[in-house]
T-cell receptor, first 112, second 115 residues
Framework: GDSVTQMEGPVTLSEEAFLTINCTYTATGYPSLFWYVQYPGEGLQLLLKATKADDKGSNKGFEATYRKETTSFHLEKGSVQVSDSAVYFCALSAKNNNDMRFGAGTRLTVKP | EAGVVQSPRYKIIEKKQPVAFWCNPISGHNTLYWYRQNLGQGPELLIRYENEEAVDDSQLPKDRFSAERLKGVDSTLKIQPAELGDSAVYLC?????????????FGPGTRLTVL
């Protein structure tokens, strides 16, 4: 079945460092891909999404590109801030329904 | 606009006891989801509703779990009896439709601890 594998954490970076969190997927057909973020004590929030190959999702300085050839959707940010500390989840959903399949999550801690 | 509301936020019970979680989706959202999130893992879908109809409950352990959405608005998820392995965060989400283009909005979750 469809599944998502993402980089294990935790990840600890200094403020203004470059961030990459790897995500690869397995799916039949061409799913939509998502990154969700969960800040401490809060629910999951959609960070960005891409619905077809070569699409780039972006929000709050984060970017991810839908790569069909490598079945990947890596999350990047050029300069992280302390406020980016959270757990990040990569997810996919098939086109014919909206049943999300989530990765295990990657905890990011940014230190000043 | 209010987000997805869940209650209670925390629940501690002893095994074999019943427990229920309540979710009120965003107004106008006809699709409602229940997920379970085990510690250190991503959420896993338990059941999806389109209005009052459960259209995907294949992952719901039906021997002890039940859910309802009688009027197609708010929903209740019940566990009876609870087991130690049911300790997790139970998340509710809603969206305007069931297609993959429709963003799911998540509630804060109910953290269940079974002793």
């Amino acid at each position: 079945g469809d599944s998502v594998t993402q980089m294990e954490g935790p990840v600890t970076l200094s403020e203004e460092a470059f961030l990459t969190i790897n995500c690869t997927y397995t799916a039949t057909g061409y799913p939509s891909l998502f990154w969700y973020v969960q800040y401490p004590g809060e629910g999951l929030q959609l960070l960005l999404k891409a619905t077809k190959a070569d699409d780039k999702g972006s929000n709050k300085g984060f970017e991810a590109t839908y790569r069909k050839e490598t079945t990947s959707f890596h999350l990047e940010k050029g300069s992280v801030q302390v406020s980016d500390s959270a757990v990040y989840f990569c997810a996919l959903s098939a086109k014919n329904n909206n049943d999300m399949r989530f990765g295990a999550g990657t905890r990011l801690t940014v230190k000043p | 606009e209010a987000g997805v509301v869940q209650s209670p936020r925390y629940k501690i019970i002893e095994k074999k006891q019943p427990v229920a979680f309540w979710c009120n989706p965003i107004s106008g959202h006809n699709t409602l989801y229940w997920y379970r999130q085990n510690l250190g893992q991503g959420p896993e879908l338990l059941i999806r509703y389109e209005n009052e109809e459960a259209v995907d409950d294949s992952q719901l352990p039906k021997d002890r779990f039940s859910a309802e959405r009688l009027k197609g608005v708010d929903s209740t998820l019940k566990i009876q009896p609870a087991e130690l392995g049911d300790s997790a965060v139970y998340l509710c989400a809603s969206s305007q439709g069931g297609g993959s283009y429709n963003e799911q909005f998540f509630g804060p979750g109910t953290r269940l601890t079974v002793l």
